[in-house]
């Protein structure tokens, strides 16, 4: 019996590091394409800015290649959760390259987006491959959907811990399947991670030099600037869905939405005479934590992503709610008495989580990125960003579980 329990064990362990090898070693290189790739268009596009007056029509060959080659994975992230949450039919592999092209060509043309949606639909579409190749359970099919998710992540912004405890946590699912997904979320989170960096693709440092103590006075001013935070979240993800519906009321064919909205959004930029709101927005991000953002700056961000992501541009919304959360805590410097670069890293990660509904991701992440010294105050302003953004995430078919699903669904009773 005991030779039995050992030769599951073992079997076990063979099974998931096997699978974390292939798929964490696969989504670590097609990121690292996707990151070098990005940065490229990035800086081609901020050296030859008349690109943005094609934005609409970049948005048209988007909304085309997707209406005639993409209908099955349009809905993108929101797939991979649905598949999670109740497993039916094998994510398509054409998902990888379409939301890759409509990543890049949303970036190149002037949209705002992100790229954690791009890099989580690769790894999970790697990854679902396995389930296709392989006679599996629907209970190990989820585990490897998890997997996927976890070393996109991971490996797109180099933090193996959020990216696999992200992967666990972004669905509500049963304790048991959390615990067999444990050790292959981890695994495949660090080997994507280091296999992206064999490429040498660098991703984004930031530094909070100075973390005071947690006083009376700087808890409250934590607790103050955290439901702001909140707020930020729960005004993104209203917005997204709210676009996304106008335009689906409004433009019946759907290769026109990108095509109209990239109009609106060039003339946007045109107005504004800059192209800071635009793209990832990484310069301003760190510029955030060492320079006083103006207070419309967060909001520029917000209407620019979600009016882009409505619209049917492709791209991440993390990155523009890192800018958000970020610029948004370097303003509150102004009226807050905390170090200006503790409350931009506190906004960065707690607008992430008040939009995606993971706080332990977000704190892991946080503790990452701007190390252990801040771990209470990121914490904090993560517990309650969590809890003030609602029951409204930026995933229509996530579904939220948890202390905040139990809190708010006793207050709707």
């Known amino acids: 019996m005991a030779n039995l329990q050992q030769f599951t064990i073992l079997f076990y362990c063979i099974k998931w590091l096997a699978l974390s090898l292939c798929i964490g070693f696969f989504t670590g290189c097609v990121s690292?394409?996707?990151?070098?790739?990005?940065?490229?268009?990035?800086?081609?596009?901020?050296?030859?800015?008349?690109?943005?007056?094609?934005?609409?029509?970049?948005?048209?060959?988007?909304?085309?290649t997707y209406h005639y080659y993409g209908s099955s994975v349009v809905k993108g992230n929101n797939l991979l959760l649905e598949e999670l949450h109740s497993p039916k039919q094998i994510i398509p592999l054409r998902m990888a390259p379409l939301v890759l092209f409509g990543t890049l060509a949303t970036h190149l043309f002037g949209g705002s987006a992100g790229r954690e949606g791009t890099a989580v639909q690769m790894g999970g579409a790697i990854?679902?491959?396995?389930?296709?190749?392989?006679?599996?359970?629907?209970?190990?099919?989820?585990?490897?959907?998890?997997?996927?998710?976890?070393?996109g992540f991971a490996s797109v912004?180099?933090?193996?811990?959020?990216g696999a405890l992200f992967a666990l946590e972004v669905m509500f699912i049963s304790k048991k399947l959390r615990l067999t997904a444990l050790l292959p979320?981890?695994?495949?989170?660090?080997?994507?991670?280091?296999?992206?960096?064999?490429?040498?693709?660098?991703?984004?440092?930031?530094?909070?030099?100075?973390?005071?103590?947690?006083?009376?006075?700087?808890?409250?001013?934590?607790?103050?600037?955290?439901?702001?935070?909140?707020?930020?979240a729960l005004l993104f993800s209203r917005l997204v869905h709210f676009f996304s519906s106008v335009f689906k009321k409004y433009v019946a064919y759907p290769p026109l939405r990108p095509f109209i909205g990239g109009i609106f959004i060039e003339?946007?930029?045109?107005?504004?005479?800059?192209?800071k709101y635009i793209g990832l927005g990484v310069p301003t991000i760190v510029e955030s934590f060492t320079t006083a953002q103006p207070s419309y700056a967060f909001l520029l961000k917000l209407l620019l992503t979600t009016f882009t992501l409505g619209a049917g541009f492709k791209g991440g919304e993390v990155t523009p709610l890192f800018f958000v959360g970020a610029t948004l805590g370097s303003a509150l410097f102004l009226v807050v008495?905390?170090?200006m670069a503790l409350l931009a890293g506190m906004g960065f990660v707690a607008v992430f989580c008040g939009a995606t509904n993971t706080p332990i991701a977000c704190?892991?992440?946080?503790?990452?990125?701007?190390?252990?010294d801040c771990g209470l105050y990121i914490a904090l302003a993560c517990a309650v960003a969590y809890f003030t953004s609602g029951m409204t995430g930026i995933y229509s078919s996530q579904v939220v579980g948890g202390m905040k699903g139990y809190v708010y669904g006793r207050f709707r009773k």
């Open 32 to 64: 690292a394409f996707f990151l070098t790739s990005l940065n490229w268009v990035t800086g081609w596009r901020e050296s030859h800015v008349w690109i943005i007056s094609l934005l609409p029509l970049g948005g048209l060959i988007i909304g085309l």
């Open 363 to 372: 704190i892991a992440m946080g503790i990452e990125l701007f190390g252990l």
């Open 185 to 232: 979320s981890f695994a495949v989170a660090y080997i994507a991670h280091y296999s992206c960096l064999l490429w040498n693709v660098p991703h984004t440092h930031y530094i909070i030099p100075f973390v005071p103590q947690l006083t009376p006075l700087n808890f409250a001013c934590t607790i103050a600037a955290a439901v702001l935070f909140g707020l930020a």
């Open 337 to 339: 008495p905390l170090p």
């Open 267 to 275: 003339l946007s930029v045109y107005l504004l005479g800059t192209t």
């Open 157 to 162: 912004f180099g933090t193996p811990i959020a």
């Open 127 to 151: 990854a679902d491959r396995f389930s296709h190749w392989f006679t599996i359970t629907p209970t190990d099919r989820q585990v490897i959907l998890i997997m996927g998710i976890s070393a």
